[in-house]
């Protein structure tokens, strides 16, 4: 059975690409084929080969049969801000639909575990009308969540799970990833998220100096997802 996730966040720069690159990497060690989206990035660099996101490279690294990199983040823009507003600036079109239809370009490639990585936490805008949330619910897609472990992420992880519930989606499991190597109690702030996080546990990542998708990998259990 092909298995496809959402990986959303608690917050912006809370180590979800770092995650989902861990989660493919724990993947491909049991010899399924695996697969990633990225299909908006904001923070792109201009290469000899176009704007290129270094999230979106890492992804690509991590799938196995190779991809593309169009096929991975085809919505590419320059300004690291809010999606939504890089794309005003830039004149790009970002739209459930076409996010969407990007997405459904790899799933046609049939990995037997793809991930597609959104921007920011569950609610960043495309548009007026529309979120990434959005997104996660055409695609129908259950979601992992990634909580940043510093002060505050018991509250973030909490509303995160609730808007994703209110949203009428799965919840498949979450990851605490410390983003702040300095934070006060993180054994304590786990102990009391996996009390309230009515989900699959897939790990904890400490502060790691060299984040590595192997090293990643070895503190995730994916069991529950494939």
Known sequence: MLKRYFVTGTDTEIGKTTIACGLLCAARRTGIT??????????????????????????????????????????????????????????????????????????????EFTLVEGAGGWRVPLNPQETLADLAR??????????????????????????????GLHLAGWVANQVDPDMSRPQENLATLKQVIKAPYLGFVPWLENASADLVADRLDITPLV
């Open 34 to 111: 695996t697969a990633a989206a990225k299909p908006v990035a904001a923070g792109c660099e201009r290469t000899a080969d176009g704007l290129r996101n270094e999230d979106a490279l890492a992804l690509q690294a991590q799938c196995s049969p190779a991809l593309a990199y169009e096929l991975i983040n085809p919505v590419t823009l320059e300004a690291a801000i809010a999606p939504h507003i890089a794309a005003s600036e830039e004149g790009a079109d970002l739209t459930v639909e076409l996010l969407a239809g990007g997405c459904l370009q790899v799933f046609d490639r049939n990995a």
């Open 138 to 167: 055409d695609l129908r897609l259950p979601v992992i969540m990634v909580v940043g472990m510093r002060l505050g992420c018991i509250n973030h992880a909490i509303l995160t799970a609730e808007a994703i519930a209110a949203d």
